[in-house]
């Protein structure tokens, strides 16, 4: 028998900004994948229950945490709820992450729009992770046999410059180093860290500029011409999750479409 038979005995995924989005197409692959689920957002219980019945079937149990990961106390929380009700994690999937609310030139930008984006998109889950590496290494000494991974997802902004979002390129791009970072730092115990880098990706953070990019797509900005969706996302995650690409520590998983691919 499978060691996670059974609902209550599946591995245990972590997913920030999971219900909605990337996050949301993550967490059905990951069901699909044979986990359950703990999502977080910073959207009340209440808002997501439409979200919870629809995620909650036969394939995993899954449970929302309610937090604001770019906050100490919170992010605490968030893991105290996961060890209450699981009692495990195996993999965390940094996914929240927030757009500047306006796209200025770097010339006009705001250091309050810097500080929001970077408190979320890099500090927040640099430091989650920090949690989650400390627990899953106390799970790693007792259990030696466990997987544990976690999958950082940044954006292809990490190397791309825009200057009219330099604030998020920048949180983007500290991102990447982070994974570097904790793929180095978890080696030893065999805990790796990945990168998943999404491109032109169809979600609730890209409807003011669909006309733009519809237009920029057909004119072969992508190799493939077509938006990606969130469950192109969550395919990835779960390949890496489930151990389909197991040597590849510290490694940028590029799923956009070839639009990074230099070529004459």
């Known amino acids: 028998m499978d060691q996670y038979s059974g609902i209550k005995m599946k591995p245990i995924a972590l997913i920030t900004g999971g219900s909605r989005g990337i996050g949301l197409g993550i967490a059905k692959s990951m069901l699909k994948a ?31 945490c309610q937090g604001d990961i770019s906050i100490s106390e919170d992010r605490s929380k968030i893991i105290s709820e996961v060890k ?45 992770t920090q949690l989650v590496a400390r627990w899953m290494i106390e799970q790693k000494n007792k259990k030696p046999k466990e997987t544990f991974s976690i999958i950082n997802v940044s954006s292809v902004s990490a190397t791309t410059a825009s200057v009219n979002r330099g604030d998020y390129c920048i949180s983007k791009a500290g991102l990447t180093m982070s994974t570097k970072l904790w793929a180095v ?17 169809r979600t ?25 969706n969130p469950q192109d996302i969550g395919k990835t995650v779960a390949a890496l999750a489930t151990g389909t690409i197991p040597y590849a520590t510290g490694q940028v998983i590029n799923t956009d479409g070839g639009l990074t691919i230099q070529f004459l």
Do not use: C
């Open 84 to 128: 209450a009700h699981f009692g495990r994690l195996n993999v965390l999937i940094n996914n929240a992450g927030v757009a500047p609310k306006e796209r200025n030139d770097i010339l006009d930008a705001t250091e309050e729009s810097y500080d929001w984006v970077l408190n979320t998109n890099l500090k927040g889950p640099y430091f989650l």
């Open 204 to 228: 609730d953070m890209t409807a003011s500029v669909v006309e733009k990019y519809d237009k920029l797509i057909e004119e072969g900005l992508t190799l493939q011409k077509r938006w990606g």
């Open 185 to 201: 730092r978890l080696g030893e115990y065999d805990i790796p860290v990945y990168e998943i880098q999404p491109g032109i990706i």
């Open 34 to 64: 044979g986990y359950s689920l703990a999502i977080n957002g910073v959207r009340p219980a209440d808002q997501v229950k439409e979200v919870l019945a629809e995620l909650n079937t036969d394939e995993g149990e899954v449970i929302y």
